[in-house]
């Protein structure tokens, strides 16, 4: 199996002087998924946890919905193939490639579905927070990647229940890695209706309807979102929380999908201030 990381001989050139050493790199092969044992899609990604990467794949492409109609799963290490055994699969896969996007993440990736085809979340009492608590998740996301650390060219995702992440994956694609999330998720039986998404990467159009379709009802991520993703936010239901750092975040969609325990209008922060400075006699009223 490849490993996740290899080392390479670099020249390094600091405050003018050089020096050569080693230096980790990310790995990064072509995956190629078959269905029913007919090719679907190669893509590019990195060599860890492909059978979820399948899985997460066909979920958020509409062509898997349930655990009945997922067979076998094979994976071929040494060729990068996985074999994903469908049951009551379309076999117009000649059509299905006609309709296929080139998306905007790393290494080119690709989508089949169209967004016209999504439907939107079923309404639900708002998930209680903190902006403490999202601050912490936000903290534990960013060491679980030791990969992004070795080498700073990974991307993760994670899901967290407002506790705890529960689940934690990475890919040199920001693409990839939401799928092997969602895979990781169906495989061990999940459910991701009532669950936080955490993105480390920009999140556009393709990324919201792997969202949206996998029912998954807060999307947060520490940088930002696109035009496309905010109006899919919008038009199905999910809360978007972008520029989440050190002390401030963004929220693009439906803020009453949330309960923050911790948060107050700035009207009445600056009631609260002018009362303050009035008693302390810092003001003339």
Known sequence: ???ASYQTPVLRI?????EEIMDTIATEIAFTLKVNDQVLVSLLCSPEE???????FLLSEGMLSSRESLGEVTVDEKNAVVNVQLNGA???????????????GCGQGVTFSNSDSLTSLTKRGPIRL???RIFELLRQFSRSSELYQQTGGVHSAALADGDKLLLFAEDIGRHNAVDKLIGKAFLTGVD???KLLLSSGRISGEIMTKVIRNRIPILITRTAPTCMSIAHAEEHGVTMIGFARGRRLNIYT???????????PACQ????NLTAACAQGGLYV
């Open 254 to 264: 439906h803020p009453l999908g949330l309960i923050l325990d911790d948060v107050r």
């Open 50 to 56: 492909l059978d979820a990467m399948a899985v997460g």
């Open 90 to 104: 379309p076999t117009d896969w000649a059509q299905l490639f006609n309709k296929k996007t080139i998306t905007s």
């Open 192 to 194: 991701l209706q009532d």
């Open 269 to 272: 922060e600056t009631e609260e």
């Open 130 to 132: 903190s902006c403490a």
């Open 1 to 3: 199996m490849l490993k």
């Open 14 to 18: 600091n405050n003018g002087v050089e």
